[in-house]
């Protein structure tokens, strides 16, 4: 189910859809491919409405989860399909079909059947079938979900490279949201059958809309806060007992609002230490090393639970049980409008 | 505990040892007794030939015969086409009333055979005018035929990835060829299969044949019926061996055929 | 834009339209015709009036024996057919997939070859001085006199019980084949006898199957008529023999004939309702 999506892709541009499993993203794709039509509204591709063509006479390829691969058809038979369908010459298309390969690194390895393939190789000869009619669109369905983790890294740069020399329009399904932020231009979150926020990874990351959002991609700690003033340049807010300064735009006072705090940009305190602003008292409750830095959590005043990533320096202060301070950048704080 | 499991295993295995035993009783003893000399006695006299031999200078039988592969080769037909579409619109099928339409295909095989002859018997008759004799049997045994090529083709189709056909049609192919390029060459083996089993069921068939048949028309099934009616002769024994190998060889291969698995490793 | 699940397959199902037209037509139709001759007045072919008299001529009291021996040779076969099926279907059930597929199919074969042939080798065998009675003087039964079994109901259930028996090794089979048979593992590791696992167990959960076959055994033993024809003497008339008659010996009464066949698909009705609620307790537990 998707509902009330209005979405502007550019030309030539990376956009990922990412949202957790049953969101819609895959219903959208398969709109925009044409395996699914809406029940209202227009699909327009360069400029003309496209949502009464068959899939067939569209524009754009789609690249499946499992590939989808014909499996009675070899490598070369399978990338050439659709040059066939389109009644392109024998000699163009072996030209092509050898060209397709190359572009994906498979050279050799046409007269293969798909089921002789690694799975890797599998995906490659998918990207190869769907971009050998050069389509203005490719749309890819969570192409790297059946891949393990190294090897799913590799193609990962190598599909961003593939796109940047192409200059085709990349649509990416995804629900790995490290994924999406890595390879794309922009980043559509979706959710419940709606877009919630479009925007630059950066953007996504550091101003999400809302509470989804910021527990979705990334991680993120939550403070109920009251507005209780504001100055030119910040919001005063009051939360877990303290006043707080943090970045945004102007909202009345007296509003409730959510303040979404990322793990790696809080910083912990010895107790006592008083010089910076935004101070949250609290008492260290357990912290861990994961190699990359420290991961700890801390127990406000009021018993919620903040985490805090630190680098792997920071150990001076992390001793268990004992009482801290948390201190953050009012630029570092998302504010989120509360949703009761 | 450990041995009671073991002898009830045995148990198990000899039970159905005899049960096969008793469904190829009369098989082995048609063949045996085709290859004995003896007329009237079921005692073993000496291998002869001179059954087959006979058969062959039989005009009823050998006109029978052809009736025969006239008959199942067009219910084939007309089952392989219908029962492959069937099997393709089901699948695709999400609407209200799938499940009617499903029993539908599938109810032929259920009826008693009875009930449908005598339907048949009196549609012809009475509402569709259809000579009786080859075209009214070749009609009435599609009507089964129909629905076992409508299983076994759905069978086939149960593995089936549709993304494959989404994927065709994706990169340009029409309805159409999408069906010839990428659906068939999937699933032939299980038409095929279908389509042969609609042959030996066609081709074996007695007691709607029975029914519809007119008069001066008859399959082999139903010479055999009056042979067997006028009196037990070796002469039976012949045809009845011979019709056996063939139903067995066509069964053997329509039985491959629905197993043969071209995408290897999707499905067993 | 919004959009859902609905795919262009309503589209494709165009497909549909020929062979369900010509199922409509060629099965539809005639039972339908059946239905409706069974309603008119007696004559042959058709006499156009409706007055259900062929269901009151059913009553009478020689087809009421003939329909009574009818049912008690369907149950008598379906009761063989279960205790010599189950193992079987057991059995098979519990080979590797690659014999699995075999086997099963070796129990379909005779169904799907020439069942009349079939036939005809058990009367090859069950003739006096057939193999049968050779066998059974040879071990001492009979007293030297030719033992006649051929023309008996003994032949006739013995017939329903080879022609029907793939009727119910199929669904059993298929019932069989999707247990879990850790459960009976666990049944055993519990404690529970050989006798206590099949009763306790393995009966109730393969309860659709053994309803299904029992029902698809009994229903078509009803309308047999080939099997009573050539195995069975004048005293083995069942009610297929009964509709051949009406249909095609004189004097000919085709409302009969189809009245006797609306007594077998009611039953037929009747009791894949009952299969379908065993079934759906079943998938319900």
């Keep these: 189910m998707v509902r009330d999506v209005s979405l502007a892709i550019r030309e030539g541009e990376f956009f990922s859809l990412l949202g957790p499993s049953g969101c819609g993203k895959t219903t959208l794709l398969r709109l925009l491919a044409g395996f699914e039509s809406p029940t209202s509204g227009e699909i327009l591709l360069a400029g003309s409405g496209v949502q009464d063509v068959p899939a067939r006479r569209r524009d754009l390829n789609i690249v499946f989860q499992h590939y989808a691969l014909f499996p009675h058809l070899s490598v070369a038979r399978n990338v050439a399909f659709g040059l066939e369908m389109q009644k392109v010459a024998g000699d163009e298309i072996q030209r092509r079909v050898a060209d397709a390969l190359a572009l994906v690194r498979l050279q050799g390895l046409g007269a293969r059947m798909p089921r002789e393939l690694s799975g890797g190789q599998q995906q490659r000869v998918a990207l190869a079938r769907a971009l050998i009619t050069r389509p203005a669109v490719l749309l890819l369905d969570e192409p790297l979900g ?8 590799e193609m990962q740069s190598e599909l961003k490279a593939l796109q940047r020399r192409l200059g085709t329009t990349f649509v990416y399904v995804t629900h790995d949201q490290e994924e999406a932020l890595a390879m794309s231009d922009r980043v559509g979150v979706m959710h419940d059958g709606q877009l919630l926020q479009v925007g630059a990874p950066h953007e996504i990351y550091d101003r999400p809309v809302n509470r989804f959002v910021a527990a979705f991609i990334g991680e993120s700690n939550f403070l109920a806060a009251e507005v209780t003033g504001y100055d030119d340049r910040d919001l005063i807010v009051r939360s877990a007992g303290e006043s707080l300064r943090v970045r945004g735009e102007r909202i009345a006072i007296g509003r409730r609002v959510t303040l979404a705090l990322r793990p790696e940009r809080l910083r912990i305190m010895p107790a006592g230490d008083s010089v910076a602003v935004n101070l949250l008292d609290g008492r260290l409750r357990e912290c861990v090393y994961l190699g990359t830095g420290w991961r700890c959590e801390i127990e406000l005043v009021d018993g919620s639970v903040m985490r805090a990533s630190l680098p792997p320096q920071d150990s001076g202060v992390l001793s268990v049980g004992s009482r801290v301070m948390l201190t953050f950048a009012p630029p570092d704080v998302a504010i989120l409008e509360s949703d009761s | 505990m450990a041995l009671d499991a073991r002898a009830a295993s045995r148990w198990l295995r000899l039970a159905s040892w005899l049960a096969f035993g008793f469904l190829y009783l009369p098989v082995a003893v048609l063949v045996i007794f085709s290859f004995s000399a003896s007329r009237y006695s079921m005692v073993w006299s000496g291998f002869t030939l001179q059954w087959y031999a006979a058969l062959a200078d039989n005009a009823r039988v050998l006109s029978a015969l052809m009736n025969s592969l006239i008959v199942a080769g067009g219910a084939m037909l007309i089952s392989a086409v219908l029962g492959t579409a069937a099997a393709l619109g089901l699948r695709r099928a999400r609407f209200s009333g799938r499940g009617v339409l499903a029993a539908l295909f599938y109810a032929p095989v259920v009826i008693p055979e009875i009930v449908l002859a005598i339907g048949l018997l009196m549609f012809f008759v009475l509402v569709m005018p259809v000579p009786l004799g080859l075209p009214s049997i070749t009609l009435a045994h599609s009507v089964f035929g129909v629905a076992y090529v409508t299983i076994v083709v759905s069978a086939r189709l149960e593995g089936f990835d549709a993304q494959l056909e989404e994927a065709a049609a994706d990169l340009g192919a029409t309805p159409w060829r999408v069906f010839l390029r990428v659906t068939l060459p999937l699933i032939w083996p299980g038409v095929l299969g279908g389509a042969l089993l609609a042959f030996t069921l066609s081709f074996d068939d007695f007691v709607i044949s029975y029914f519809v048949t007119g008069p001066g028309t008859a399959t082999l099934p139903l010479v055999i019926y009056s042979m067997v009616k006028r009196g037990v002769t070796p002469e039976i024994n012949a045809l009845a061996t011979l019709i056996l190998l063939v139903s067995f060889a066509i069964l053997a291969l329509s039985i491959w055929l629905q197993g043969r698995n071209i995408t290897a490793g999707e499905k067993v | 834009m919004s959009g859902h699940g609905s795919k262009p397959g309503t589209r494709a199902v165009g497909v549909l339209v020929p062979p369900a037209a010509w199922l409509t037509l060629l099965f539809l139709g005639p039972l339908c015709v059946v239905a409706l001759i069974s309603l008119m007045a007696p004559g042959a072919p058709v006499e156009w009036t409706i007055d259900g008299s062929a269901y009151q001529r059913l009553l009478d009291p020689i087809y009421l024996g003939v329909l009574w021996r009818s049912l008690s040779l369907a149950v008598m076969a379906t009761v063989l057919c279960l205790v010599l099926g189950y193992p079987l279907a057991y059995y098979i059930a519990r080979r590797p997939p690659r014999f699995r597929r075999v086997l099963f199919f070796l129990v379909l074969v005779p169904l799907w070859t020439n069942s009349l042939v079939l036939i005809y080798g058990w009367m090859v065998m069950l003739r006096p001085n057939g193999a049968f009675d050779q066998l059974l003087q040879g071990l001492g039964f009979g007293g ?25 090794v199929y669904p059993l089979y298929a019932s069989i084949e999707k247990l879990d048979f850790r459960l ?10 050989g006798l206590a696992v099949l009763v306790r167990v393995l009966l109730p959960l393969t309860l659709p199957g053994i309803a299904t076959g029992c029902l698809l055994v009994f229903v078509e ?22 509709v051949q008659q009406r249909f095609l010996s004189v004097p000919q009464d085709w409302p009969m004939g189809a009245a006797a066949a609306m007594l077998m698909l009611a039953l037929l009705l009747v009791g894949m309702l009952w299969a379908s609620r065993v079934g759906g307790l079943r998938r319900g537990a």
């Design chain 1, 146 to 153: 059946a891949l393990d983790l190294k090897l799913r890294r």
């Design chain 3, 144 to 168: 030297g006199e030719p033992l006649t079994i051929l023309y008996t109901p003994a032949a006739v259930i013995l017939g329903l019980v080879y022609w029907y028996l793939p009727f119910m």
């Design chain 3, 184 to 193: 009976l593992e666990a049944a055993r590791d519990l404690g529970a006898g």
């Design chain 3, 221 to 242: 033993a009803l309308g047999a008529f080939v099997v009573p024809d050539l195995l069975g003497g004048a005293k083995s008339m069942m009610l297929g023999n009964l």
